[in-house]
């Protein structure tokens, strides 16, 4: 089958930064391709570039579309005085003059006029590949999906939610039908019933769908093929299976490396003893025969002169074989746990509370919370935007001292936050130093210990941190904060900044974590997981000085702030 979209040796810079180097990518007809990778890996560049909204500096993009490229970015401005039928009928507007060329040809060969017969056959079936007799029907349906049914067509952008502009982009995008469409982060913004409408509305249409997304969840309902982008190497690598295929490729990927790592080590061993075995033999013990010693004397230095050149042909090899070595392989992330340091606190039923917030609250916001953590506790924090849940642990770690109420913990915290952040000063630092600061040991040490995580190769360990993308950042805070232990996790949407990959590996790591584990997201795949008790924070905080509700317990390992 020939491909649809082209990608060769494609590299990106910005301001001396390069974000794609060499980056090789193809596309068939029909595909569902999901873009993924860590934030600021060039996920973004690549679908900007596929669009055609950015040139590359050098390589080629090669996009082939008689139906039309629609492209969704992530930020767009839409002037404020614009309404929603305006939003619409300009998207629609390549259909719209199509559908008109089409009834002017019409009329032409009404009057007898043949010769636009050809240019009417390829207009048709660009207008039917596009589906252009269908665009009213799907404006509708992609309105009602995306939860704006109810929108007046007359009201202006400017009277929209940020959420709500977004869909309408998108609604407006869908509508126009194009053959291939390319979606930065389409999941941003929509609720599950949006979310789902979605995932079958690009499940059933014909057309090359290629979308950067961060939802796992999408990703695996949606996606038939996988590209990641590596902030790393700034390349480009292919996955087939969708996501299942991806995670098992690289699965297999870490069998390989242990394997080659094994196999290495051995034939280091095995030259190690062939040298050392062949240098401790000697001439033959034998007598000397017929009393002839220079005889004896011309046979025993032959040997002795081939043991040498074995010696030194073994310890060439090892010399070769050690100067390029096969780096061990990464070890599982694990967080560990901290010994408890802190007295008893609040008891509860059973085991004594590791952490206890009474009555926190932070004016403007968060609303007044009550929680109790019990050693190995687990308990995921959901809500809408500004519901205070970044907040709460902000506080919860002592970050953030609250207007009200008090928290009392008895153990080491580690926080997350959904930011990277990072120690004072790190910006001038390299990584390596960045993940040593306040830490003792020698160097060496942080260098064995970090690269043993698997989250750089060693290349990368002299790369200022003022340097790195935002996701390598994040790693960095992630890194610091599994080597250390800690009673209590507190975890700010996690799944952000990091590649899916990872994202799973960081999931696994947080299974075997025998500490008190807090969580704040939006992951829908994390949530269908989540195995532990549940706090919703649904109400927005309360107006400065205003008092709010008490915690309520809304159902079993569910309770809800109001």
Known sequence: ??????????????????????????????????????????????LRLLAGREQPDSGE???????????????????????????????????????????????????????VLAEYGELLTAFELRGGYEAEARVERALHGLGLGLLPRGRTVGGLSGGERVRLRLAALLAAGPEILLLDEPTNHLDDAALTWLEEHLRGRRGTTVAVSHDRAFLERVATTLIEVDADTRAVERYGNGYAGYLREKAAARRRWAESYERWCEEAARLREAAATTARRVAPGRAMKDGNKMAYD??????????????????????????????????????????????????????????????????????????????????????????GKSTLLHVLAGRLTPTSGRVECGGAVGLLAQEPELPPGAGEMTLLDAFAQGRPGAPEDHTR??????????????????????????????????????????????????????????????????????????????????????????????????????????????????
């Open 298 to 387: 011309r046979a025993g230095g032959r040997v002795q002169q081939s043991l040498a050149a074995r010696v030194r042909n073994a310890e060439e090899r090892l010399r070769r074989l050690l100067a390029d070595p096969v780096p061990p392989p990464p070890e599982p992330l694990r967080f560990a746990t901290a010994p408890r340091t802190g007295g008893p606190l609040s008891p509860g039923a059973g085991r004594r509370s590791v952490l206890v917030a009474e009555a926190v609250a932070v004016d403007g916001r968060l609303a007044r919370t009550d929680l109790s953590l019990k050693p190995g506790a687990r308990l995921l924090i959901t809500g809408p935007n500004g519901a």
């Open 449 to 562: 210990r970090l690269l043993s995580l698997g989250l750089f190769t060693a290349d990368r360990l002299a790369v200022p941190v003022s340097r790195l993308s935002t996701g390598q950042r994040q790693r960095l805070a992630l890194a610091r904060l599994v080597t250390e232990p800690a009673d209590v996790l507190l975890l700010d949407e996690p799944t952000n900044h990091l590649s899916p990959a990872l994202v799973e590996e960081l999931e696994a790591a947080l299974e075997q974590y025998t500490g008190a584990l807090v969580v704040v997201s939006h992951d829908r795949r994390l949530r269908q997981r989540w195995r532990g008790e549940r706090l919703s924070l649904e109400s927005a905080p309360p107006p400065l000085g205003e008092a709010s509700l008490p915690l309520g317990t809304a159902a079993p390992h569910e309770r809800s702030t109001r």
């Open 1 to 46: 089958m020939p491909t649809q979209i082209t990608a060769r040796s494609v590299t990106k810079s910005y301001e001396g930064r390069t974000v794609l180097d060499g980056a090789d990518c193809t596309l068939r007809p029909g595909e569902r391709a999901g873009i993924v990778g860590e934030n600021g890996s060039g996920k973004s560049t690549l």
């Open 61 to 115: 993009v090669v996009v082939q579309a008689e139906g039309g490229v629609g492209y969704l970015a992530q930020e767009e401005h839409l002037p404020a005085e614009l309404t929603v039928q305006q939003v619409i009928d300009r998207s629609l507007a390549v259909l719209r003059s199509m559908e008109e060329r089409l009834r002017t040809l019409e009329s032409a060969m009404a009057r007898g006029d043949d010769s």
